[in-house]
């Protein structure tokens, strides 16, 4: 039996959950594990047998399945074979986003076993704007390892069927919260017909070194070799420059993260189903 973890994770926070699940996996059952990461570059091409199991991860961006992440995978293929999905997003909410996925994995030739929705610390968390901050945390780890573990059982047993992730609900908010979301929402759209303004990581050009980091972890190849240019037409906002740098010189100030910290602080816990 082969375990595949294939996740995007630009800011490394899917990562940590993926790996927690794989360890609980190895934990219960022998299996060779082979590692994916796209986050830089596309997945090669690989086929899963019907008796591997197959980790499918990526962030939410706006309620679905990371976009970006779904072009990396175009190369794997499964023949009904078993997969797990994870979606990690930053204490809102997953909305569509496990749905997404079990359309995109089932269209791959993968059938859907199990499905968890974590937190990871949002791409816009910031000391003035903290947003889920630290997490994936300790009791996060423990729960997607668990997690792990009762997969491989399933695996021993045989008992791993397909699951339904309609079946999935987000944790509820605050009425209020959801509100002053919406709320902000709708006069942001308005704001943007009238006037559009683009949103990019900004560059303290005292701090910065120009080591060239930012450059290698970008996943689309968005910053300029002076470390200081963005292309607006790649980035997507992950903000994998802003969390990574070594100086602290990246910052993306959106006009999302006030309304999140001010609104979403109450810690959630994972939906998981298998």
């Not at 709320?183 to 070194?209: D, H, I, M, W």
Request: glycine fraction near 6%; charged fraction near 20%.
């Amino acid at each position: 039996m082969t375990l595949r973890t294939v996740t995007f994770s630009p800011t490394g926070t899917t990562a940590k959950i993926v790996s927690a699940i794989a360890s609980g996996i190895m934990d219960t059952i022998k299996c060779e594990s082979i590692i994916c990461d796209t986050t830089c570059r596309p997945a090669e091409t690989f086929v899963a047998g019907p008796d591997d199991i197959t980790v499918i991860a990526a962030p939410v961006y706006g309620g679905k399945m990371a976009p970006i992440a779904k072009t990396r995978l175009t190369a794997i293929k499964g023949l009904n074979s078993p997969c797990v999905l994870v979606a990690v997003y930053g204490n809102r909410a997953f909305e569509n986003a496990l749905n997404d996925m079990a359309d995109f994995a089932t269209s791959l030739g993968f059938m859907p076993v199990a499905a968890g929705a974590f937190i990871g610390e949002h791409s816009y968390s910031s000391p003035a704007t903290p947003i889920a901050v630290g997490r994936p945390d300790a009791d996060d780890i423990e729960t997607a390892r668990e997690f792990g573990r009762n997969i491989g059982r399933h695996l021993l047993a045989g008992t791993l069927e397909r699951i339904d992730t309609t079946m999935l609900h987000d944790r509820p908010s605050p009425e209020e919260s959801l509100l002053n979301f919406r709320n902000f929402v709708t006069g942001y759209q308005k704001q943007q017909a009238v006037t559009p303004r683009k949103f990019l990581p900004e560059v303290n050009t005292a701090l910065c070194s120009q080591c060239g980091q930012c450059i290698d972890i970008c996943p689309v190849g968005a910053i300029g070799d002076d470390c200081l240019s963005v292309d607006g037409s790649k980035c997507i906002k992950c903000c994998a420059c802003v969390k990574r740098c070594p100086a602290n010189a990246r910052s993306l100030h959106s006009p999302f993260a006030p309304i999140l910290s001010q609104n979403f602080d109450l810690p959630k816990a994972p939906v998981l189903s298998l």
